[in-house]
């Protein structure tokens, strides 16, 4: 009889221990994973949200958090953003920040190219310390530079011209990207390229044909990191460029819908959540490349 007891008892407690080990996992899962994700996320998206109702709350909600809910939207109006498209130069500061964005980027991705594959494959004399300074260039703050460089914009007659900020933005641009794409062609096997000089090709061909494919997520990561960064500079761009036409969004949005003391914050809001969407939307599409260049060049 107690042996049966006994028995039976085991029998529960081996049913009953799944169920506890499952709930502890569970809660455990909650507390490591799930929770810190959620509060990440929810400071991630949380400045996104503020745009988003700021840019359609109607000014009376905007000024009077008393009667109106500060995180909510009680009568939607596009009049801010009406006012932003139609009564503003916003499609051509958007214009003119892409244009500069692509240029500078494209002008960056070319000479941080050749110059990784240089330090990386060339194997010159005192190339790891050209790569090395290379890097270091990136570390110097553009608030020392932007003087000295502007005195080179008036010099060339290009003040007040995007084509200022194409010239002047890979100076902060190439780099980092010469450092990430150098860590990138180390993963490369160089067999590869021993085998393309042994049947007669030159290191063009080889850069073209063997490396530069196999190089494509480094390519995109340093092409999304450039893009960013051209986007969202703001001090060059606010010292190069006077005339409101020609402003890109970062100084525009600050300097044109701030009048004396008067923030128009809808107008201001939804400058910004426009002008966030581009670089979401590249961020999207290659994030897979993204994380695997990233993690190519700093395993090396």
């Known amino acids: 009889m107690t042996d049966a007891v006994a028995q039976g008892s085991t029998v529960a407690d081996a049913k009953a221990a799944p169920d506890t080990m499952a709930w502890d996992s569970g809660l455990r899962r909650l507390m490591m994973i799930y929770l810190p994700l959620g509060c990440f996320v929810l400071i991630l998206l949380f400045p996104f949200y503020w745009m988003a109702i700021t840019s359609f ?19 939607p109006t596009l009049a ?9 130069a916003y499609p051509r500061w958007l214009w003119t920040t892409m244009t500069v964005a692509i240029g500078s980027t494209t002008l960056s ?43 080179v914009v008036v010099q060339f ?12 933005y890979p100076t902060f641009l190439v780099p980092f990207c010469t450092w990430l794409l150098i860590g990138y062609f180390k993963s490369i096997p160089y067999e590869l390229e021993e085998c393309a000089l042994v049947d007669g090709a030159t290191r063009l061909q080889i850069l073209r044909r063997i490396t530069l494919p196999l190089a494509v997520p ?17 001090i060059y761009a606010l010292a190069f460029i006077q005339s409101g036409a ?3 969004v970062p100084v525009a949005i ?26 979401a939307v590249f961020y999207s599409l290659f994030v897979d490349y993204y994380v695997s260049s990233l993690t190519g060049a700093v395993k090396e």
Do not use: C
């Open 57 to 75: 709350k109607p000014n009376a909600e905007l000024m009077n958090y008393k009667q109106h809910n500060p995180f909510w939207i009680s009568s």
């Open 80 to 88: 801010h953003v009406k006012h932003l498209l139609f009564d503003t």
């Open 109 to 151: 991705l070319i000479a941080s190219t050749l110059a990784a594959y240089a330090i990386e494959r060339l194997r010159f004399r005192g190339s790891p310390y050209v790569g090395l300074g290379i890097y270091l260039a990136y570390l110097v703050p553009p608030s020392i530079l932007f003087i000295p460089l502007a005195t």
């Open 157 to 168: 007659g290009l003040f007040d011209s995007p084509l200022a900020l194409i010239l002047v």
């Open 218 to 234: 480094g390519l995109i990561s340093a092409g999304i990191f450039s893009f960013t960064l051209s986007w969202n500079e703001f």
């Open 246 to 248: 020609n402003k890109t």
């Open 254 to 279: 600050l300097t044109e819908l701030v009048t004396g003391d008067v923030y128009q914050w809808g107008a201001l809001m939804a400058g910004s959540l426009l002008g966030s969407l581009p670089v």
